[in-house]
């Protein structure tokens, strides 16, 4: 809510529907729901990170 203050955006710039759910950590319980939801979510669920390139030396330098 403070990011979207300090950017200046109001309700009507919000999607009507979020694309995709990201997780960012679960513990033992968190992963049994993941996969639960998984099979019955609206929205894809989203729970590793894309590499970008790196090939096989490594992930790609930021």
């Known amino acids: 809510m403070v990011l979207w203050a300090y950017l200046g955006l109001t309700p009507g710039d919000m999607p009507e529907r979020v694309p995709y759910l990201r997780v960012l950590a679960a513990n033992g319980t968190g992963c049994r729901l ?17 590499r970008s390139g790196g090939g096989p030396g490594g992930p790609a330098p930021v």
């Open 34 to 50: 993941l996969s639960r939801m998984r099979e019955a979510a609206a929205v894809p669920v989203l729970t590793r990170r894309r």
